[in-house]
């Protein structure tokens, strides 16, 4: 079987109120899913301040390497 997976855009303090929610379960039930979010968080986090920008034209995301 297959997984299949799906993509969420929010802002980074969407994505710390994930965190902290998630923060709030037991360990060894969120361990995996934590390192997920924040490895591809920092990875766009590193690629948006490496292309320049760091504010989107939104505004919402703001990142200062």
Do not use: C, H
Not at 14 to 35: C, H, Q, R, T, W
Not at 36 to 62: F, V
């Amino acid at each position: 079987m297959s997984r299949k997976e799906v993509t969420f855009k929010m802002t980074i303090e969407e994505a710390n109120l994930i965190f902290k929610a998630l923060g709030g379960l037991p360990f060894s039930d969120v361990y995996e899913v934590i390192g997920k979010l924040n490895e591809q968080a920092n990875i766009q986090l590193k690629e948006s301040n490496m292309n320049g920008s760091n504010i989107l034209s939104n505004g919402k995301i703001k990142y200062k390497g």
